[in-house]
């Protein structure tokens, strides 16, 4: 597929024609912050941002998701699957480091045995991105085998020249909306290439990853994770943020003889992660639960889909109200002993 050039000036006009045919989310300034969100006009489109607040993972896997309904009837069970609407979703302004978090949750819940929810819902859904050329201090995607300008998990990208967006079509269900706009030119290529070698020069390697897992295999009864707890307060904004963090619960609600199974996102943060009926917590203290999110990201999803947990958006740098910095809890364990 070649690559492709949209003039600026175009934009609106292209974003506009979009709406028409998908449920269009893309970066919005609310109060809290930019934002992903649902836009019906171009007005309401951010493009001045470095990374939204909230990752795009709530619309592959929404944090509180209606799975089915069931009710009693005289002497059956009935269960009512709750589909969603039909129209496709297209998620526009991704930066790549999303978009490789994306990638990692399709090998969870799309390999082996596929979840129908998730499946039924990316198969809807088109992701373009939008290169990060002016990555944040917070920002690490380099040391976690990502990039500014990686196309992992992508459709299309999106890189912003002087005059012209540059686009990469990834993947055929997105060609089809580009193939009015002109190919790229060698000056457009090599503008693009020089900003993103400019893009990665600014990300200076926090960690050496290569050497996580080999030190992580073998530091379960490390003394180090008595100290990396100390700081953390619970408050799970680490995990809510983060756009690889996956764990959920189930939950029936019900009224009478009727009610609804609910899936909500869970935090290993949370004291009551992983609590049994029985009231046992293999987990019951801080340190473990830490171990846990650090084994999971970095040893487990590492061994298990050949991707790490951890994209390095920095958002549970950013929003830390502890500033309990995960990547000071790698140079950490890298150098205990």
Same mark, same amino acid.
């Given at each position: 597929?070649?690559?492709?050039?949209?003039?600026?000036?175009?934009?609106?006009?292209?974003?506009?024609?979009?709406?028409?045919?998908?449920?269009?989310?893309?970066?919005?300034?609310?109060?809290?912050?930019?934002?992903?969100?649902?836009?019906?006009?171009?007005?309401?489109?951010?493009?001045?941002?470095?990374?939204?607040?909230?990752?795009?993972?709530?619309?592959?896997?929404?944090?509180?998701?209606?799975?089915?309904?069931?009710?009693?009837?005289?002497?059956?069970?009935?269960?009512?699957?709750?589909?969603?609407?039909?129209?496709?979703?297209?998620?526009?302004?991704?930066?790549?480091?999303?978009?490789?978090?994306?990638?990692?949750?399709?090998?969870?819940?799309?390999?082996?045995?596929?979840?129908?929810?998730?499946?039924?819902?990316?198969?809807?859904?088109?992701?373009?991105?939008?290169?990060?050329?002016?990555?944040?201090?917070?920002?690490?995607?380099?040391?976690?085998? *990502?990039?500014?300008?990686?196309?992992?998990?992508?459709?299309?990208?999106?890189?912003?020249?002087?005059?012209?967006?540059?686009?990469?079509?990834?993947?055929?269900?997105?060609?089809?909306?580009?193939?009015?706009?002109?190919?790229?030119?060698?000056?457009?290529?090599?503008?693009?290439?020089?900003?993103?070698?400019?893009?990665?020069?600014?990300?200076?390697?926090?960690?050496?990853?290569?050497?996580?897992?080999?030190?992580?295999?073998?530091?379960?009864?490390?003394?180090?994770?008595?100290?990396?707890?100390?700081?953390?307060?619970?408050? *799970?904004?680490?995990?809510?943020?983060?756009?690889?963090?996956?764990?959920?619960?189930?939950?029936?609600?019900?009224?009478?003889?009727?009610?609804?199974?609910?899936?909500?996102?869970?935090?290993?943060?949370?004291?009551?992660?992983?609590?049994?009926?029985?009231?046992?917590?293999?987990?019951?203290?801080?340190?473990?639960?830490?171990?846990?999110?650090?084994?999971?990201?970095?040893?487990?999803?590492?061994?298990?889909?050949?991707?790490?947990?951890?994209?390095?958006?920095?958002?549970?740098?950013?929003?830390?109200?502890?500033?309990?910095?995960?990547?000071?809890?790698?140079?950490?364990?890298?150098?205990?002993?």
């Amino acid at each position: 597929m070649k690559s492709k050039v949209l003039a600026k000036k175009d934009l609106l006009k292209f974003i506009n024609k979009l709406i028409k045919e998908y449920d269009v989310f893309a970066p919005v300034k609310k109060e809290e912050g930019i934002v992903f969100s649902k836009i019906d006009k171009t007005d309401d489109m951010c493009l001045s941002y470095s990374n939204t607040k909230n990752s795009v993972k709530e619309f592959l896997l929404p944090q509180s998701e209606k799975l089915f309904r069931f009710a009693k009837k005289e002497n059956t069970n009935e269960i009512t699957d709750l589909k969603e609407k039909k129209r496709r979703s297209l998620l526009f302004g991704v930066r790549p480091c999303d978009g490789k978090a994306i990638a990692m949750l399709d090998k969870v819940f799309l390999e082996n045995i596929p979840d129908a929810y998730y499946k039924r819902r990316r198969k809807n859904t088109l992701i373009i991105g939008m290169a990060c050329d002016t990555p944040l201090q917070t920002c690490f995607c380099t040391s976690v085998e *990502g990039g500014p300008f990686s196309i992992e998990g992508l459709d299309a990208l999106f890189v912003e020249l002087k005059e012209n967006y540059f686009i990469i079509p990834v993947t055929k269900q997105c060609e089809k909306l580009f193939v009015h706009l002109d190919n790229a030119s060698q000056e457009d290529i090599k503008e693009a290439e020089k900003l993103k070698k400019n893009a990665e020069k600014r990300l200076k390697p926090v960690f050496e990853i290569k050497d996580i897992k080999e030190k992580l295999d073998g530091a379960f009864d490390n003394p180090i994770w008595e100290e990396i707890h100390e700081k953390c307060i619970k408050c *799970g904004i680490c995990t809510y943020l983060c756009p690889a963090c996956h764990c959920f619960d189930i939950q029936d609600e019900t009224v009478g003889e009727e009610g609804c199974r609910v899936r909500n996102w869970d935090s290993c943060m949370f004291p009551k992660f992983t609590m049994h009926a029985s009231s046992h917590n293999p987990r019951a203290t801080q340190k473990e639960r830490w171990r846990q999110r650090i084994m999971h990201k970095f040893n487990y999803l590492r061994e298990n889909t050949g991707m790490y947990g951890c994209v390095g958006c920095g958002r549970c740098v950013e929003y830390c109200p502890v500033n309990l910095d995960i990547r000071k809890v790698i140079r950490d364990i890298l150098e205990s002993k």
